[in-house]
């Protein structure tokens, strides 16, 4: 079997592993949070560890991804302090209810996303095939194959360069990604060329944004 069909077949089995099959109530989920909405729910919040850059829109974020990147938060698989401490306390049922909240908060309906992302350069183009990388996000970026992978179309250029460097970061106790897929897949690509396929993505047309909080807007 070729690399490529290993990897592919690995982007299909390890990120469905940490779906959570716990049913979330969105209503539910609207009173729990609290911890979320001083970084999530202003427009341009910047974190500064460990490099400063803004937090990741999350309004319009799958329910499944959601909880799949909280439950790799408690389990320690990703390591930022600030989220390890939100999520030690929160259970299950809390991560689903909050997911289900976010993945339809300010959601238009009827809202209607191009099936293919407008194309890149050709250097982009190439580095998007290397990647493989609609082979999980799907040809938007916005409509990933399985539900517990994230749509990243149009999410900040700098979170995810950080993001993705974060998955080549290894033997630190305090930051980095141990995913087998995504580790994998970035330690493929140098800084800059990761750099370039973020702000292509950015650009691209998404259903992700920020919808400030009423004490915040």
């Known amino acids: 079997m070729s690399s490529l069909s290993v990897l592919l077949l690995a982007c299909a089995t390890v990120f469905s592993a940490h779906a959570q099959e716990v049913k979330g109530d ?15 729910g202003i427009r341009g919040y910047q974190a500064s560890f460990p490099e400063v850059y803004k937090v990741p829109m999350i309004s319009g974020q799958g329910a499944k991804y959601i909880v799949s990147a909280l439950t790799a ?8 302090p600030t989220m390890r401490g939100i ?6 049922q809390d991560m689903a209810d909050m ?3 976010y993945e339809t908060h300010g959601k238009l309906e009827g809202a209607q996303l191009p099936a293919k992302a407008p194309a890149a350069s050709a250097k982009v183009a190439e580095l998007v095939k290397k990647g493989a ?3 999980c996000h799907g040809e938007s970026f ?17 979170y995810l360069f950080v993001a993705l460097k974060a998955y080549k970061t290894e033997g630190q106790s305090t930051w980095g990604r141990a995913n087998g897929v995504m580790g994998g897949i970035a330690k493929q690509f140098s800084n800059a060329e990761l750099k370039e396929l973020a702000n292509y993505v950015s ?7 920020t919808v400030p909080q009423a004490k915040f807007r």
């Open 142 to 158: 916005s409509k990933p194959i399985d539900p517990s992978y994230p749509k990243i179309a149009g999410q900040h250029a700098d």
């Open 26 to 40: 969105a209503k539910a989920g609207e009173k729990k949070i609290a911890a979320c909405i001083g970084c999530h």
């Open 99 to 101: 997911a289900a909240y």
């Open 73 to 80: 938060y408690k389990k320690g698989e990703r390591k930022h």
């Open 203 to 209: 650009a691209l047309p998404g259903e992700l944004k």
């Open 133 to 135: 990388c609609v082979a």
């Open 87 to 92: 999520v030690d306390n929160l259970s299950d």
